[in-house]
Structures are given as structure tokens and as C-alpha cells.
């Protein structure tokens, strides 16, 4: 089955502690994105990558990195969290930028930053 | 700032009813995608209209998309309580060339009364 997973799918940590969020796709997908989901604000993305090796910014890439080594995997590294980063995250992949066709999005991960 | 504005942000209608939802965006774009979201959970593609494209149709949903107001109407016939969701309109600005972002409006909460 097609898809795009997401581990951990809820997670709350401490301010300051450095998390991985982890973001695999099966569909051999060159673009992978990351955005947060806040109440009020829709969805803003984080991080795009469009193929191995090749990250760039996206509206709010302050407080994250990501890395992309593998074509499947896409993780979201937080450094130091603060609780400002308290959100619900989303993973996506497409086969090609997004002027093709459809996104594929994970079912998201809940953090809590306290 | 949010490229994509729906309207309404809420909206409840008895089932069987047709519900229209609708985007303004500001810049001129590629293509224009909606999704959908049940609560908490992953974005779904519905239907993306490219710029050269005025109408579309997938099942029971039908996109319009007018280039000249910089709008996009997304209308949902014969409404189901599995309906009930929340939809995001998604533009790919023509400006995007060498940055592939999609930038996501803050979505419609639609409620089907059964």
C-alpha cells in the first residue's frame, strides 16, 4: 500500500530536548515536505526537500533541520524544542514538486512541548 | 501571510444538501489543489485544477477556478455525513519556479447534520 508513515504519532517532551520525528515514503517519491498545523494559521511548511541531498527553507524553518540521505526518509529534527513548537506535524511526498499531482500526507505527529 | 483564504471558516448543512466552500488567493498561481482533513488525521488530495482549467469534476465534488478574481470554488453535491471535515484550498504560485512549496489556506470546517 502507497503511503507515508510518521513515528512517533504523539510524543511530549521538555523543553530543550532534542527530538526526531521520522518521515518514510514507499512510493519512490523525489519530494518530501514538512509542515505544522496551528489553530487559526492552516497548515505552514517547515522544510522541502527535492531530491537526496537537496533540503531547502520553507515559511517557518526556524527551531528545525531536517536531512535527506535517503530518498524514502525525510526526518524533523528539533534541537532544543520550545514550547512554541507545540503542534501537530505533518510529513508529505510527491512525485515531483508540487506542480504535478498529488501530495501524499502522513497521518501527523501531536508534540507537546512543556 | 496565508496565500489561500476559504470561506466560510464553518459551515453546517442538513445531509443531502450541497455545500460550497470557498478560496481567494493573492498571486498567480500554477494550479490550485483541494484537500480534505477528518479531524486530527492526514490531508487528503481531492482534486487539483491547473490555471488553464475552469471547471473540474471527481465524483460528487466540482472545483471552478476563476484566474481573473483569483478565486476557487469547491462544491460538494448531495452531501453525506462522511462529508464532515475540514478543506484546505492549496496554491502552487507561479512564482514557485525553483521553489516548489505549496502554501495552504486555513481551511473550512464542514458539518453535516444527519
Known amino acids: 500500500e502507497a503511503q507515508v508513515t510518521q513515528n512517533p504519532r504523539y510524543l511530549i517532551t521538555v523543553t530543550g530536548k532534542k527530538l526526531t520525528v521520522t518521515c518514510s515514503q514507499n512510493m519512490n517519491h523525489e519530494y518530501m515536505s514538512w509542515y505544522r498545523q496551528d489553530p487559526g494559521l492552516g497548515l505552514r511548511q517547515i522544510y522541502y526537500s527535492m531530491n537526496v541531498e537537496v533540503t531547502d527553507k520553507g515559511d517557518v524553518p526556524e527551531g528545525y533541520k531536517v536531512s535527506r540521505k535517503e530518498k524514502r526518509n525525510f526526518p524533523l529534527i528539533l534541537e532544543s524544542p520550545s514550547p512554541n513548537q507545540t503542534s501537530l506535524y505533518f510529513c508529505?511526498?510527491?512525485?515531483?514538486?508540487?506542480?504535478?499531482?498529488?501530495?501524499?500526507f502522513g497521518p501527523g505527529t501531536r508534540l507537546l512541548v512543556l | 501571510s496565508q496565500q489561500g483564504e476559504e470561506d466560510p471558516q464553518a459551515l453546517s448543512i442538513q445531509e443531502g444538501e450541497n455545500a460550497t466552500m470557498n478560496c481567494s488567493y493573492k498571486?498567480?498561481?500554477?494550479?490550485l489543489q483541494w484537500y480534505r482533513q477528518n479531524s486530527g488525521r492526514g490531508l487528503v488530495h481531492l482534486i487539483l485544477?491547473?490555471?488553464?482549467?475552469r471547471e473540474k469534476h471527481s465524483g460528487r465534488l466540482r472545483v471552478t477556478l476563476d484566474t481573473s478574481k483569483k478565486s476557487s470554488s469547491l462544491l460538494i453535491t448531495a452531501s453525506r455525513a462522511a462529508d464532515t471535515a475540514s478543506y484546505f484550498c492549496?496554491?502552487?504560485?507561479?512564482?514557485?519556479?525553483?521553489?516548489?512549496?505549496?502554501?495552504f489556506g486555513t481551511g473550512t470546517s464542514l458539518t453535516i447534520i444527519p
Open positions: 492549496a496554491t502552487d504560485p507561479l512564482s514557485n519556479f525553483g521553489n516548489e512549496k505549496l502554501t
Open positions: 508529505a511526498s510527491s512525485s515531483w514538486g508540487t506542480s504535478q499531482e498529488t501530495q501524499y
Open positions: 498571486t498567480s498561481i500554477n494550479n
Open positions: 485544477i491547473r490555471s488553464n482549467e
